[in-house]
């Protein structure tokens, strides 16, 4: 779009100037001098943008790689986590088999002393 505008601007003003060149050379000079600096105006115009652009672009490209690459290494961590959570549930899973492993042994163990005691009773009564 800018293009074609711009070659139609060169295309009139050209025109003007060889029309006017035939009147005055000097007048006909300086307005092709003026194509050439508005041209180069334009020129200059488009390459400061396109380095800006250029220069935004691999900006943005270094973020989104740094920002990869914390992300990978957010979900490393992150399975890290997981691993040692698993872990520490089969560690208190653990603890709680046995804890209540201990709770029927210490059942048992009250009920044995009942009967111990019962038994020592029972001989106490006896021996007399």
Do not use: P, W
């Not at 508005?38 to 989104?64: G, H, P």
């Amino acid at each position: 779009m800018v293009f074609h505008e711009a070659n139609q601007l060169n295309q009139a003003f050209l025109l003007a100037a060889d029309m006017v060149t035939c009147y005055r050379a000097e007048l006909g000079g300086m307005l092709r001098k003026l194509v050439e600096g508005y041209n180069s105006v334009i020129l200059q115009q488009f390459e400061s943008f396109y380095r800006a652009e250029n220069e935004l672009e691999r900006n943005l490209v270094a973020k989104i790689g740094h920002h990869e690459r914390a992300r990978e290494e957010l979900v490393s961590k992150r399975a890290e986590f997981e691993l040692k959570l698993e872990q520490a549930k089969a560690i208190v899973s653990s603890k709680d088999a046995l804890i209540e492993s201990m709770q029927k042994n210490e059942e048992l163990l009250e009920q044995e002393i009942v009967d111990l005691r019962e038994q020592v009773l029972y001989f106490q009564e006896a021996a007399r």
